[in-house]
C-alpha cells in the first residue's frame, strides 16, 4: 500500500511538473486575436476609427464594440481582411469616418504661403510634417499616409490634396467585382 501511495505521488509530481514547464513554454501574451487584427489595419494611428490609435480599435473590434468598417486609410481590402479573419459580412466603410479614395492620397503644403504655426504639426499622428515654428513646413511624402488630419487646423489653407498615381511600385491589383463568381463554384 505505501509502494502505491509513493508511486501515485511521483507520477502526480510529473505530472505537475509537466504543466508548470507547459504553462511557461507555452505562454501566450495578449489576445491573439486582438494581435491579427490589429495586423491587418494600415497602422497609421490617425484616429479616423475615433479610437485613439490601431491597436486600441483592433482591441474595440475583438470586444465586439467596434465595427470593421470606420478605417479610411485601410479602404475595402483591410475591410475584407477583417471580415473574413472574424467571419462577419463585408460591409462598406462608414462615412462617418472618411471617404472611400478610389486612388491613395497625400498632402503637400505650399511653402509660400506656409505661415510656421505649426498646428499641422500637432495634428499630423505619424510626425509626417517638418519645420519649426515660423518657419515653413514640409510634407514627407513616403510616410504621409493621405489621413488629411492636418488639413482643418491650417489657418492659411495652404495645405492640399494629391492623389498618387499608379507606378510600379505603388500599384495594387483591383479588387473583384462583388458579383463575380469563381469559376470553380458549385
Not at 466603410?93 to 504661403?113: F, Q, S, W, Y
Not at 498618387?164 to 462583388?178: F, G, Q, S
Request: charge should be negative; proline fraction near 7%; hydrophobic fraction near 40%.
Amino acid at each position: 500500500m505505501f509502494i502505491v501511495i509513493i508511486t501515485l505521488a511521483i507520477i502526480a509530481s510529473l505530472f505537475g511538473l509537466l504543466l508548470a514547464y507547459s504553462a511557461i513554454r507555452f505562454k501566450v501574451e495578449g489576445d491573439p486575436v486582438v494581435n491579427q487584427i490589429d495586423s491587418l489595419l494600415p497602422q497609421t494611428q490617425c484616429g479616423q476609427c475615433t479610437y485613439a490609435g490601431c491597436r486600441p480599435y483592433a482591441e474595440a473590434m475583438a470586444k465586439g464594440e467596434a465595427d470593421i468598417n470606420q478605417c479610411p486609410p485601410g479602404g475595402e481590402a483591410t475591410i475584407i481582411a477583417l471580415a473574413d479573419l472574424l467571419d462577419v459580412e463585408v460591409k462598406p466603410l462608414n462615412a462617418e469616418h472618411g471617404e472611400v479614395k478610389t486612388l491613395p492620397t497625400i498632402v503637400r503644403i505650399d511653402e509660400e504661403t506656409c505661415i510656421g504655426c505649426t498646428l499641422c504639426i500637432q495634428a499630423c499622428p505619424i510626425d509626417a510634417i517638418l519645420g519649426a515654428a515660423k518657419l515653413m513646413h514640409t510634407v514627407i511624402e513616403s510616410e504621409c499616409t493621405g489621413c488629411d488630419l492636418c488639413i482643418a487646423p491650417c489657418p492659411v489653407d495652404c495645405i492640399h490634396i494629391f492623389e498618387v498615381k499608379p507606378t510600379t511600385r505603388n500599384w495594387t491589383a483591383e479588387l473583384p467585382d462583388a458579383d463575380f463568381a469563381s469559376p470553380h463554384a458549385g
